[in-house]
């Protein structure tokens, strides 16, 4: 398959429940979630190389799960860029619920999420760390231990198979786990990880040296091992096959 177009991955933790004002908690570190907010997406679009600000161009995706989420430019391909040169677009975005970027970035524009520290009746104090300890607290982000959320995700290839355009979308949906009492985020993310340290022992990779996950996914092998490795633990992907 030559590939013209990596449309776009999209991919959101969430809790089920919508709290107002945030209607959002987080499965994992603070830093890490403001860090989404902040640094600078980088991207590909018509074969160059794009840096657009964190949480621009929002859209509106709708998903049979859970309904509308709306998504932003994030910094998600990371090693992608590099590693796959050959495709001309590739885009990464982040999910929450709607409403949430603007609350976002009215914290941005507003200096609560930087590093740099203030003055306070004579102390020194980084909006950052305070802005941390507010958001992730019990009645804000903090996500209470059997708290039910879902991880979403939808992946999206365009191009040229066997003489024919056709677009590939891979879809995810998965649930906080109430048998074994774990969440979504981690069961997506830690089977994935515990299923390429499986693959290895298996031997069905063997490569050295430092290897994203890019350089099992482009081995079928792999691919299919780490795919049937989740199915065996409840967590399916989904894919639908179009001519474009």
Known sequence: MRIAVLGAGMVGGLPKKRIWPWEYKAPFSPCDVIEEYVRPARYRENGA????????DPELIRFEQCGT???????GLRSLLRNMPD???????????PGHIEKARILRESGFFSSKPVEINGAM??????????????KNWKLGPEEEEFTVMRVVVEGEENGELVKHTWSL???????????SMARTTGYACTAAVNAVLNGLYAETGLSPAEYLGRDERCFEFILEYQRNRNIFYTKRTESL
């Not at 190389?49 to 621009?56: G, H, Q, T, Y």
């Not at 495709?87 to 619920?97: A, I, L, Q, Y």
Request: a negative charge.
């Open 49 to 56: 190389d794009v840096v657009r600000p964190a949480l621009s």
């Open 69 to 75: 989420l709306e998504a932003w430019n994030s910094d």
């Open 87 to 97: 495709v001309p677009d590739m885009k990464e975005k982040t999910m929450r619920w």
């Open 125 to 138: 104090i980084s909006p950052l760390q305070m802005t941390e300890k507010i958001l992730f607290s019990e």
């Open 173 to 183: 949906y998965d649930e906080y786990c109430p048998e074994t009492k774990t969440s």
